[in-house]
């Protein structure tokens, strides 16, 4: 079975940083998409990026486009989401996503593995 267990998140000010891991528990890691989503609360889960199996292709929901980066390190099974220039808007669940094929989409259905959430609260 495979885990992934998100941190990192917290409350912050509007303008502040956090930087989100996402820690994979699967030898098979380095040949996994990998995506982060996040759902406010009494909406739906929207994709936020995802991160291809070499990790130099990557995908940005228009929204955080220019201030958010995803990464990866293969060697620590872990996906990273800096978010930089935070806004109240930004508040969410984050969930980490790991998908089996190799392109990268932002559709949460084509994931296959979910971590449980982290927590992101930014005041303004």
């Known amino acids: 079975q495979v885990q992934l267990v998100e941190s990192g998140g917290g409350l912050v000010q509007a303008g502040g940083s956090l930087k989100l891991s996402c820690a994979v528990s699967?030898?098979?890691?380095?040949?996994?998409?990998l995506g982060w989503f996040r759902q406010a609360p009494g909406k739906e889960r929207e994709f936020v990026s995802a991160?291809?199996?070499?990790?130099?292709?990557?995908n940005y929901s228009d929204s955080v486009k220019g201030r958010f980066t995803i990464s990866r390190d293969n060697a620590k099974n872990t996906v990273y989401l800096q978010m930089n220039s935070l806004k109240p808007e930004d508040t969410a669940v984050y969930f980490c996503a790991a998908r089996i094929l190799s392109r990268v989409v932002t559709d949460a259905t084509e994931y296959d593995y979910w971590g449980q959430g982290t927590q992101v609260t930014v005041s303004s």
């Open positions: 699967d030898r098979t890691f380095r040949s996994y998409t």
């Open positions: 991160i291809s199996v070499s990790g130099r292709n990557f």
